[in-house]
T-cell receptor
Framework: DTGVSQDPRHKITKRGQNVTFRCDPI?????LYWYRQTLGQGPEFLTY????????KSRLLSDRFSAERPKGSFSTLEIQRTEQGDSAMYLC???????????FGPGTRLTVL | DQQVKQNSPSLSVQEGRISILNCDYT??????FLWYKKYPAEGPTFLIS?????DKNEDGRFTVFLNKSAKHLSLHIVPSQPGDSAVYFC?????????????FGTGTRLLVSP
């Protein structure tokens, strides 16, 4: 069990640029979640995958955000036309079906200048 | 609408003493609760959980208590160690059509001094 991994760990970009983050969940976990955490807040749910199907999206996920999990393994989160308000830590978590406990990766810290 | 509240942003405790971290919630649909610990520049690490049908769960130095009527839970760490210094998040789980969504509080920063 190598845990959840995320890449990159840090990303600095200019406003208006597109960015893409990758998450590799624990191998046997079929559920994958994305959360966003801003300073002084707890993580907030963004979206959820069961295998390759994206089954739930938060209203926080604007049209500029898109997430995929093409083969039910790794997932990508893309932000188009980044804004300064997108600056946050983006966290990925995975779990087994029907399990309450989600295991988090180290996160990708995004800074939009 | 803050469904999970951790009203103490920080807590300082001496090594060897008890740390008590508190959490209140408003959503009566939560059927499970989890505590996570977070070190700087790392993701949250699962610590301990409790089902809404229980009032206590214990794992080594960590015990979580749930008072459903008061919509309150607490995490006790005994004895506290300097390595416990971290931010602690309480989260409620709302099962929504078979999908478990975690709703987090804002966290409490625990500092355990030697």
């Amino acid at each position: 069990d190598t845990g959840v991994s995320q890449d990159p760990r840090h990303k600095i970009t200019k406003r208006g640029q597109n960015v893409t983050f990758r998450c590799d969940p624990i191998s046997e976990h079929n559920r994958l979640y994305w959360y966003r955490q801003t300073l002084g807040q707890g993580p907030e749910f963004l979206t959820y995958f069961q295998n390759e199907a994206q089954l739930e999206k938060s209203r926080l996920l604007s049209d500029r955000f898109s997430a995929e999990r093409p083969k039910g393994s790794f997932s990508t989160l893309e932000i188009q036309r980044t804004e300064q308000g997108d600056s946050a830590m983006y966290l990925c978590a995975s779990s087994l079906s029907l399990a309450y406990t989600q295991y988090f990766g180290p996160g990708t810290r995004l800074t939009v200048l | 609408d803050q469904q999970v509240k951790q009203n103490s942003p920080s807590l300082s405790v001496q090594e060897g003493r008890i740390s008590i971290l508190n959490c209140d919630y408003t959503n009566s649909m939560f059927d499970y609760f989890l505590w996570y610990k977070k070190y700087p520049a790392e993701g949250p690490t699962f610590l301990i959980s409790i089902s809404s049908i229980k009032d206590k769960n214990e794992d080594g130095r960590f015990t979580v208590f749930l008072n459903k009527s008061a919509k309150h839970l607490s995490l006790h760490i005994v004895p506290s160690q300097p390595g416990d210094s971290a931010v602690y998040f309480c989260a409620g789980v709302e099962e929504n059509t078979g999908f478990q969504k975690l709703v987090f509080g804002t966290g409490t920063r625990l500092l355990v001094s030697p």
